[in-house]
């Protein structure tokens, strides 16, 4: 049974740190994309971070790029999302995603049930 479980959420000042925690069951990461989305109330879901298994290529948004660090540790099955610098408007609920090639919220085939970050002061 092919299963995304994420866990890292928290709320958090702004400027803080957070590790979102996406792990995989019953497929194997190093043969897929898997990419980290975020979902704020009244918005669309969007693409924030993906992470190709293959080779370990990573691809970020561009409001998240020097602040976020996607990574995998193959061995665990489990893809991360280092977040610092963190801002109210990174508030959402993040979702991991798996494909076989690409990281396009349509086409993925797994999520994952979604963690809360919110950052408030």
């Known amino acids: 049974q092919v299963q995304l479980v994420e866990s890292g959420g928290d709320l958090v000042q702004p400027g803080g740190s957070l590790r979102l925690s996406c792990a995989a069951s019953?497929?194997?990461?190093?043969?897929?994309?898997i990419g980290w989305f975020r979902q704020a109330p009244g918005k669309e879901r969007e693409w924030v971070s993906c992470?190709?298994?293959?080779?370990?290529?990573?691809y970020y948004q561009d409001s998240v790029k020097g602040r976020f660090t996607i990574s995998s540790d193959n061995a665990k099955n489990t893809v991360y999302l280092q977040m610092n610098s963190l801002k109210p408007e990174d508030t959402a609920v993040y979702y991991c995603?798996?494909?076989?090639?690409?990281?396009?919220?349509?086409?993925?085939?797994?999520w994952g049930q979604g963690t809360q970050v919110t950052v408030s002061s």
């Open positions: 019953g497929f194997t990461l190093a043969d897929h994309v």
């Open positions: 995603a798996a494909h076989r090639i690409v990281c396009v919220a349509q086409m993925m085939d797994y």
């Open positions: 992470i190709k298994g293959s080779d370990g290529r990573t």
